[in-house]
């Protein structure tokens, strides 16, 4: 871009939006570049809704003011990131209408992926109702599958989560990995709850983290199988003072005492997630059977872990939703975490995100139609 023939206004509008769009330039590189390698443009990443907006005001601006040539510029620019666009917005509308019938004589499956938080576990005056407020969206929904990340049971009394899954909603075939167990009978971890036989159950362990993991099994869905994946990946593990203090900075305060603290916890947390993403990967790729790939991935599709993990599968928001489809109930209202992904030889007809604030993730779910083959 140049600066010649521009007022005194105009080029501290142009000073900006340099800044801007070299910003969003480094933003594209996110995707390609190991965190290990160089790790800010994953923390750029978190934030390209914002740059993208920002950009396209500068467009705006440069039309207004018929400053063609520093237009195209701009046109060049957003170009150059329609990759990272496709992955990220989705195109399509009618996403709250009926869903499209499927084809004849196809089976149709119902997928839900959800962060449950522990059913709310810590709320100790309100964890059984906020938890049955989740059974009751379950039950309404009547998904085919369930991926549970941050699951919770206990063996016996009111938190009993397995027990009313199996024998209140129907769930006879499950498969749950535990991450902790304490007193020999409250347990954490991930779960596949299924009404259809699950087989050769097994899990993703990760060198770098105890409590993220992979669960996955093989269903057996009327005669085809097809194997299920449940990932929790890496979080960056920000206490809530440092989410405050976060927000404190986002409103012009500058906290100096925590911002290096928060910066080597969004450093940890995208190292240790490319390295996970690049292990369960290489498990979808080995996969004998076509797979689903659901979870909480704690990163956004601009994301190298985003990028690694969704290669040569279909990101069922994509098809069937429009927008950045926010799951998060947290700190940015355009952060997508939670994910179903298809192999390529099934079709998703209906996929939504429930945006109810029963935990701090939504549940996402599509029906998957099934190849006919």
């Given at each position: 871009m140049r600066a010649g023939g521009l007022s005194l206004f105009d080029k501290l509008i142009y000073f900006f939006n340099l800044i801007a769009v070299i910003t969003l330039l480094c933003t594209y590189t996110a995707p390609y570049i190991k965190p290990e390698t160089l790790w800010f443009p994953a923390a750029l990443a978190l934030g390209y809704p914002y740059t993208l907006m920002l950009n396209l005001l500068f467009t705006a601006y440069w039309v207004w003011r018929k400053k063609w040539r520093q237009f195209l510029y701009m046109v060049i620019v957003l170009a150059l990131g329609y990759n990272m666009l496709a992955k990220t917005f989705a195109f399509q509308t009618g996403s709250n209408l009926p869903p499209t019938p499927p084809a004849a004589g196809t089976q149709q499956v119902k997928v839900m992926s959800y962060n449950v938080r522990n059913f709310d576990l810590y709320n100790w005056k309100d964890n059984i109702?906020?938890?049955?407020?989740?059974?009751?969206?379950?039950?309404?929904?009547n998904p085919d599958?369930?991926?549970f990340q941050e699951f919770y049971t206990e063996d016996k009394g009111e938190l009993h989560n397995v027990k009313l899954l199996v024998n209140e909603l129907g769930y006879k075939y499950y498969h749950f990995e535990k991450t902790l167990t304490l007193r020999g009978k409250d347990h954490w971890g991930e779960a596949i709850f299924s009404k259809y036989p699950l087989q050769n159950p097994d899990r993703i362990v990760f060198s770098n983290s105890?409590?993220?993991?992979?669960?996955?099994?093989?269903?057996d869905i009327n005669g085809k199988t097809?194997?299920?994946?449940?990932a929790h990946l890496q979080s960056f593990k920000l206490a809530n003072k440092e989410v405050q203090h976060i927000n404190e900075i986002s409103g012009g305060g500058a906290p100096e005492t925590l911002v290096f603290g928060i910066l080597a916890k969004l450093r940890n947390g995208f190292v240790k997630r490319s390295a996970q993403a690049r292990i369960?990967?290489?498990?979808?790729?080995?996969?004998?059977?076509?797979?689903?790939?659901?979870?909480?991935?704690?990163?956004v599709p601009a994301s190298y872990a985003y990028h690694t993990i969704s290669k040569n599968l279909h990101?069922?928001?994509l098809l069937g939703d429009f927008g950045f489809g926010n799951t998060y109930n947290g700190l940015l209202p355009t952060l997508r975490i939670d994910y179903i992904l298809l192999s390529k030889q099934f079709t998703p007809y209906d996929f939504y995100i429930i945006n109810k604030n029963y935990s701090d993730h939504y549940a996402v779910i599509c029906t998957i139609e099934m190849p006919k083959k």
């Open positions: 109702p906020a938890r049955d407020r989740m059974l009751n969206l379950i039950r309404k929904e599958i369930i991926c105890t409590g993220n993991i992979v669960a996955y099994a093989d269903a097809v194997r299920i994946f449940n369960l990967q290489d498990y979808i790729q080995k996969s004998p059977y076509p797979v689903i790939v659901c979870g909480d991935f704690n990163d990101d069922a928001f």
